[in-house]
C-alpha cells in the first residue's frame, strides 16, 4: 500500500508569486496554453535523493464565451536511493470533486536495468520495456531553451523560496505575441515560471499563464525525504504484464562480425 498525503498548499504560495510582464516579439510559443491533459512534475533518475511527494495541479482555463472552468488533480511521484521513479498521472477534475481523481496512468523506471514500465487502469496491462535511454522530460515540463539574440523572448533569474526545508531557484520565461498575430488585437505576454530544487534534482513548482487561454499551476508538496516503499515501484498483482521488447533473432539471423579480408 502506498502512503502518500494530499495537500493544497503550495498552490495558495503559486497565486501569490507575482507574475512580471516584459515588453519583447513573435515566435512560435513555449507553451501550448492549458491543456485537457496537464503536464506534471518530471522526476529526474538520479541517485542518493530518495523522496515521495504529491503534486497538486490546478487548471484556469478561459472558454471562448469568457467564463472560466478551473479544474484540480493530485497525483504522487517518487523516486528510490537507486534512481529508480514512480510518477503518474490523474484525470482533472471539478473542485467541488471529492475523494482521489481517476488514475489515467503510471510509469515506472528502474535505470540500473533500463526498465520501463507504462501501466494502464483501464486495461490492467502493465507494458514493459528495456530502452537504451533515460526517459526525457515531457514538454512543458521543464523550461525550453530561450532563442538568442531574439526581442520577443525574455530570461531571468528571480531569485530563491523556501518549501518544504528546500531551497528553491527561480527563473521566469516571458514570450511576447505582437497585437497583430495575437488574435486579440492587444499585445500579449504569456509567462512561465519554473522553481528548481538542486537537492531533490527536480522542478517543485511551475506556473504558465496566457492571458488568451488561461493560468495553469504546478506544485510539489508534502515531500517526504526517505526510502519509499518497495510497493510503491510494483505493478499491481491483477495487472497483466506484456513485454514490448522486440524478440530475439534466431541464431540464423544474428549479426556476426565480418570475415577478415584475404591476404
Excluded at 184 to 213: C, F, Q
Aim: aromatic letters at 6%; one cysteine or more; a neutral charge.
Amino acid at each position: 500500500m502506498r502512503c502518500f498525503r494530499s495537500g493544497h498548499a503550495v498552490i495558495g504560495l503559486l497565486l501569490a508569486i507575482p507574475a512580471l510582464s516584459q515588453n519583447q516579439q513573435e515566435m512560435p510559443r513555449d507553451y501550448r496554453g492549458v491543456q485537457i491533459i496537464v503536464p506534471g512534475i518530471f522526476v529526474t533518475p538520479v541517485p542518493n535523493a530518495p523522496f515521495s511527494a504529491t503534486i497538486d495541479i490546478l487548471s484556469h482555463e478561459t472558454l471562448p464565451d469568457g467564463s472560466v472552468n478551473t479544474r484540480t488533480t493530485t497525483a504522487h511521484i517518487a523516486r528510490s536511493s537507486s534512481g529508480r521513479i514512480y510518477n503518474e498521472r490523474r484525470q482533472l477534475v471539478p473542485t467541488s470533486f471529492k475523494g482521489e481523481p481517476q488514475l489515467l496512468s503510471a510509469h515506472i523506471y528502474d535505470p540500473s536495468s533500463r526498465l520501463s514500465i507504462f501501466y494502464n487502469p483501464f486495461e490492467r496491462l502493465a507494458r514493459e520495456r528495456n530502452v537504451p535511454q533515460p526517459p526525457v522530460a515531457p514538454a512543458n515540463s521543464v523550461p525550453a531553451p530561450t532563442p538568442p539574440n531574439n526581442p520577443y523572448f525574455k530570461q531571468e533569474d528571480i531569485g530563491t523560496q523556501p518549501l518544504d526545508g528546500l531551497t528553491l531557484k527561480g527563473i521566469r520565461k516571458t514570450h511576447i505575441i505582437p497585437a497583430n498575430m495575437s488574435s486579440t488585437g492587444k499585445e500579449i505576454a504569456i509567462v512561465d515560471e519554473y522553481w528548481y530544487s538542486p537537492d531533490l534534482s527536480i522542478y517543485m513548482i511551475i506556473k504558465h499563464n496566457d492571458p488568451r487561454t488561461g493560468e495553469q499551476l504546478v506544485a510539489v508538496s508534502n515531500v517526504e525525504r526517505h526510502e519509499p516503499a518497495a510497493s510503491v515501484f510494483a505493478i499491481p498483482a491483477n495487472y497483466k504484464i506484456v513485454d514490448e521488447n522486440p524478440p530475439d533473432l534466431p541464431d540464423t539471423q544474428q549479426p556476426t562480425e565480418a570475415a577478415p579480408a584475404q591476404r
